[in-house]
C-alpha cells in the first residue's frame, strides 16, 4: 500500500519562509509526475505547483509564482516545496499527490494524498 507522508508545515511570520518535503512509500517519485495542494476549511482543495518527471516541467498557481519552488530530491525520494515570502494568505494545509492524468491543475488528476501538513503564517 502507498503511503505520503508531508512534512515540514510549521507557524512563521509573514515574509518569513518554510519549506515543504513529500515522502514516499514502495514507490519511486521519480518516475511521477508530482503535485502539490492546500485546502483551508470550507473550501475547495487549490492547485500549487506541479513537477513533471522532467523537473523543468513546473507549473505554479499565480499567486505563488517567484515565492514557491518546487523540487525534487531523488536521493532522499522527496518532494519539496521551498516557501519564500511567505503570506497570511497562503495560510492552509499543504498536501503532495502523484499525478495520473488529466488536467494538471485539477485535484482530480492526482491521487495517493498525504495527510497534510499545515501552515501558518502570522502578519
Known amino acids: 500500500q502507498v503511503q505520503m507522508v508531508d512534512s515540514g508545515g510549521g507557524l512563521v511570520q509573514a515574509g518569513g519562509s518554510l519549506r515543504l518535503s513529500c515522502a514516499a512509500s514502495?514507490?519511486?517519485?521519480?518516475?511521477?509526475?508530482m503535485g502539490w495542494f492546500r485546502q483551508v476549511s470550507g473550501k475547495e482543495r487549490e492547485f500549487v505547483a506541479h513537477?513533471?518527471?522532467?523537473?523543468?516541467?513546473?507549473p505554479y498557481l499565480d499567486s505563488v509564482k517567484g515565492r514557491f519552488t518546487i523540487s525534487r530530491d531523488n536521493a532522499k525520494n522527496t518532494v519539496l516545496l521551498q516557501m519564500n515570502d511567505l503570506k497570511p494568505e497562503d495560510t492552509a494545509t499543504y498536501y503532495c499527490a502523484v499525478y495520473l492524468r488529466g488536467p494538471i491543475r485539477a485535484s482530480s488528476s492526482y491521487h495517493y494524498w498525504g495527510q497534510g501538513t499545515q501552515v501558518t503564517v502570522s502578519s
Open positions: 513537477i513533471g518527471v522532467n523537473p523543468r516541467i513546473t
Open positions: 514502495t514507490l519511486t517519485l521519480s518516475s511521477y509526475a
